[in-house]
């Protein structure tokens, strides 16, 4: 089976830095993905990892430690309209390379 | 432009009237999926095919069929709807299988009412 924890809810400051953390259990890991989600719209890709470290891409950043099954997401600089829901989501070898869906973690920006 | 498409996006129905959620995807990817998305429980995977003919059950296929008869099209099927499948449905597609980083395309949603 497979287990990802996730924060329910965060809350930041306009041009702070925030780190959301997400754990997993899986048997056959290949990955892990963060989407951004604003409410009522479709998941959007924010970064993938497969071996452990981090990954940039501009005000975001993901980590991974597949020893720990741990990773985070950072964001950076943050803006209003990165208030959102953020998905922390496993792929697994098995059942065709589905992927696994945290609750998400709803973060909240505020000025 | 790349794209997944549902239909429709918004609908309200009575329990036990068969409907259908067609998904349609333009970039020519082997493997498609439907989720629901529930408050306080994320993404579920419903079923997912690999490739044209090829379907598998997700983690909560019960009440849901599907069928891939042509590799753009991934309809959802409720032959009987009740109201727990009241939600938001999203059809995903992406290249290839695993081993990579394909990202997933998520249609737009569909909000789905059953009363």
């Known amino acids: 089976g497979q287990n990802i924890d996730q924060p329910t809810e965060m809350t930041a400051t306009e041009g702070a830095i925030v780190q959301i953390n997400c754990t997993y259990q899986?048997?056959?890991?290949?990955?892990l993905f963060w989407y951004q989600q604003h409410a009522g719209e479709a998941p959007t890709f924010l970064s993938y990892?497969?071996?452990?470290g981090l990954e940039e891409k501009g005000r975001f950043s993901s980590f991974l430690s597949r020893s720990k099954g741990y990773s985070y997401l950072l964001l950076k600089e943050l803006q209003m309209k990165d208030s959102a829901s953020y998905l922390c989501?496993?792929?697994?070898?098995?059942?065709?390379?589905?992927?696994?869906f945290g609750k998400g973690t709803s973060l909240l920006v505020t000025p | 432009e790349a794209q997944v498409t549902q239909n429709p996006r918004y609908l309200i129905t009575v329990t036990g009237k068969k409907l259908t959620v067609t998904c349609s995807q333009n970039?020519?990817?082997?493997?498609m999926s439907w989720y629901r998305q529930d408050p306080g429980l994320g993404l579920r995977q419903i079923y997912y095919s690999m490739n044209v003919e090829v379907t598998d059950k997700g983690d909560v296929p019960e009440g849901y069929k599907v069928s891939r008869k042509e590799k753009r099209n991934f309809p959802l099927i409720l032959e009987s709807p009740s109201p727990n499948q009241t939600s938001l449905y999203f059809c995903?597609?992406?290249?290839?299988?695993?081993?990579?980083?394909?990202?997933?395309?998520f249609g737009e949603g569909s909000w789905l009412t059953v009363v």
């Open positions: 995903a597609s992406r290249t290839g299988t695993g081993g990579s980083g394909n990202t997933i395309y």
């Open positions: 989501a496993v792929r697994r070898s098995n059942s065709g390379y589905a992927l696994n």
């Open positions: 899986t048997s056959g890991f290949n990955g």
């Open positions: 990892n497969v071996l452990d």
């Open positions: 970039m020519n990817h082997e493997y």
